[in-house]
C-alpha cells in the first residue's frame, strides 16, 4: 500500500512541543496499523484561498495545536472541508476548539459562533477562556460508552497532557449536541475534552495533546493509531473501487 499523506494544518513552529512529536507520534500509529503514513504542513493561509483543492490530495487531515492560526477563516474552512467530505479528521488542542468553533458556525447555525481568543467582544463566544488553565498540566479523561474514543482506547478513562487555556464555553453544550456533535469525553467535573461526529469516518477532536506522548515512550498512542488506521481504510476502499472499475 502507498505512504498514507496527512494534511498537518497550522503553522509549523520547532519550539512548539507538539509540532516536534507529530512527526514521531504518526510514524509510530502507522507502524502499529501496519503501513506508512507522511504529514505534510499546511499553512491555514493557503487553505483561505481553497481549501477543498489543498485538501484534496490527503487521506487524512490533522488540525494541530498551535492557535492563533495566521488565517481563522483557513482553518475554519479545511475543517469544513474534511468534515463535509468525510475525510479522516483528527483535532488537537487548537484543532479541538477550531473542530468545535466550526460546526457552531456551519452546523448549529452561528454563523458569528467565535473564539475569545480571536475576538473577546465577540457576541457568541463558543470558546472562551478555562476557569483553570490547562498549561503544561496532567488531566484525567472520562469518555462515553460506544464513541469512536472509547473503543480507540479501548477503556472508558485515561490521563493526558494539556498545554492550553481555551475551552469550550458550556453555554453552547446542548446546542452543538442537538446539531449532532456528541461530547465524547469530559475531565472529572464535566467539561469537554473530546467531541465527535458520528456518521461520519472518523471526526474526533480532544482538548489534550496526545502526540506529545511520543516523545516520552516509543509507543503509539491508540488515538492517533485509530485516526491513522481511518485514513488507511479510506485509501483502501479507494483502491478496491478503482479495481473493480477497471475489471
Given at each position: 500500500?502507498?505512504?498514507?499523506?496527512?494534511?498537518?494544518?497550522?503553522?509549523?513552529?520547532?519550539?512548539?512541543?507538539?509540532?516536534?512529536?507529530?512527526?514521531?507520534?504518526?510514524?509510530?500509529?502507522?507502524?502499529?496499523?501496519?503501513?506508512?503514513?507522511?504529514?505534510?504542513?499546511?499553512?491555514?493561509?493557503?487553505?483561505?484561498?481553497?481549501?477543498?483543492?489543498?485538501?484534496?490530495?490527503?487521506?487524512?487531515?490533522?488540525?494541530?495545536?498551535?492557535?492563533?492560526?495566521?488565517?481563522?477563516?483557513?482553518?475554519?474552512?479545511?475543517?469544513?472541508?474534511?468534515?463535509?467530505?468525510?475525510?479522516?479528521?483528527?483535532?488537537?488542542?487548537?484543532?479541538?476548539?477550531?473542530?468545535?468553533?466550526?460546526?457552531?458556525?456551519?452546523?448549529?447555525?452561528?454563523?458569528?459562533?467565535?473564539?475569545?481568543e480571536v475576538a473577546p467582544e465577540g457576541a457568541n463566544l463558543v470558546i472562551t477562556p478555562l476557569e483553570c488553565s490547562l498549561l503544561e498540566t496532567m488531566g484525567h479523561v472520562i469518555f462515553a460508552p460506544g464513541t469512536k474514543v472509547a473503543q480507540s482506547y479501548g477503556r472508558f478513562h485515561t490521563a493526558e497532557g494539556y498545554h492550553c487555556r481555551y475551552g469550550v464555553n458550556p453555554e453552547y453544550r446542548n446546542a452543538l449536541a442537538r446539531g449532532g456533535m456528541t461530547v465524547a469525553g469530559v475531565d472529572e467535573l464535566g467539561a469537554m475534552r473530546a467531541v465527535e461526529i458520528g456518521g461520519h469516518p472518523f471526526f474526533v477532536a480532544v482538548l489534550f495533546q496526545p502526540e506529545r506522548s511520543a516523545l516520552a515512550a516509543p509507543r503509539p498512542h491508540p488515538l492517533i493509531a485509530a485516526f491513522v488506521e481511518a485514513a488507511r481504510q479510506r485509501v483502501a476502499g479507494r483502491i478496491e473501487a478503482e479495481v473493480a472499475k477497471s475489471a
Open positions: 500500500m502507498r505512504t498514507i499523506e496527512i494534511a498537518l494544518t497550522g503553522e509549523y513552529d520547532e519550539s512548539v512541543v507538539a509540532h516536534r512529536a507529530i512527526p514521531r507520534a504518526l510514524a509510530l500509529a502507522a507502524a502499529a496499523v501496519g503501513c506508512r503514513a507522511e504529514g505534510r504542513w499546511i499553512s491555514t493561509r493557503e487553505l483561505e484561498r481553497d481549501a477543498g483543492a489543498v485538501l484534496r490530495p490527503f487521506d487524512g487531515h490533522w488540525c494541530v495545536p498551535g492557535s492563533p492560526y495566521a488565517s481563522l477563516e483557513g482553518a475554519l474552512a479545511g475543517i469544513a472541508d474534511s468534515r463535509r467530505k468525510g475525510r479522516p479528521f483528527l483535532g488537537t488542542c487548537g484543532g479541538f476548539q477550531h473542530a468545535v468553533l466550526e460546526f457552531a458556525r456551519n452546523v448549529v447555525g452561528l454563523p458569528d459562533a467565535q473564539h475569545a
